[in-house]
């Protein structure tokens, strides 16, 4: 079946402008979760879906930063006024509501100019 | 604020060599272990799971254990092959109650040379 699917998957922009990242979860999977890694770093979490319960926004590394879900489909991941430092690989990945295991998506390689 | 350490950062070896990868944490709280390998420019692609009650799994030439007493993993690679060049990750989730998103390691770079 299908995978995780994100889009764009290379997306450059310049300081100051926003932008919208976008996940499809695997059919079924009521969980979703974003990370990022950037250059050099590893991989932190952002922000978890479970269903319809209140998001962890945990993650969330300042206010520019939110998430949106749908139900148990489509998310997307906007960042307000873009500022070098966000530049990173920004990953989606999903997981049943009791299983462990997360499958993740390839990725939006986010350039801020 | 757990810290996972992943060692070696890069491992270079030849065709045919088996091989371990570590993973160590700084706080025993672990409740399921993931491995994954991120091959360059893609996401990642999970390899094993540990689930809470569980203490190693394996799949192919691939074996994973979890000693949560002393807080460490290791991920086994027998015969390696230069397919397996990638960089592997350890994640680990919190107990069942904790956040479940993973906490990552910073991976160890496998470079298997022909």
């Known amino acids: 079946g299908a995978g995780v699917s994100q889009s764009p998957s290379n997306k450059v922009t310049e300081k100051g402008k926003d932008v919208e990242l976008r996940c499809d979860p695997i059919?079924?999977?009521?969980?979703l979760y974003w990370y990022r890694q950037r250059l050099g770093q590893g991989l932190e979490f952002l922000i978890y879906f479970q269903g319809n319960s209140a998001p962890d926004k945990s993650g969330l590394p300042s206010d520019r930063f939110s998430a949106e879900r749908t139900g148990e489909s489509v998310s997307t991941l906007t960042i307000q006024r873009t500022q070098q430092e966000d530049s990173a690989v920004y990953l989606c990945?999903?997981?049943?509501?009791?299983?462990?295991?997360?499958?993740f998506g390839p990725g939006t390689r986010l350039t801020v100019t | 604020k757990q810290e996972v350490t992943q060692i070696p950062a890069a491992l270079s070896v030849p065709e045919g060599e088996n091989l371990v990868l570590n993973c160590s944490f700084t706080?025993?709280?672990?409740?399921?272990l993931q491995w994954f390998r991120q091959d360059p420019g893609k996401g990642l692609t999970s390899l094993l799971l540990?689930?809470?009650?569980?203490r190693e799994q394996t799949s192919g030439r691939l074996n994973a254990s979890l000693d949560k007493s002393s807080g460490r993993s290791t991920l086994y690679i027998a015969a390696s092959q230069p397919g397996d060049s990638a960089t592997y990750l350890c994640?680990?989730?919190?107990?069942?109650?904790?956040?479940?998103?993973?906490?990552f390691g910073s991976g160890t770079r496998l470079q298997v040379q022909p």
């Open positions: 706080d025993s709280a672990i409740y399921n």
């Open positions: 994640a680990h989730t919190e107990g069942p109650t904790g956040r479940r998103a993973l906490t």
């Open positions: 990945a999903s997981s049943t509501r009791t299983g462990p295991a997360q499958y």
């Open positions: 059919s079924g999977h009521t969980a």
């Open positions: 540990i689930q809470s009650s569980q």
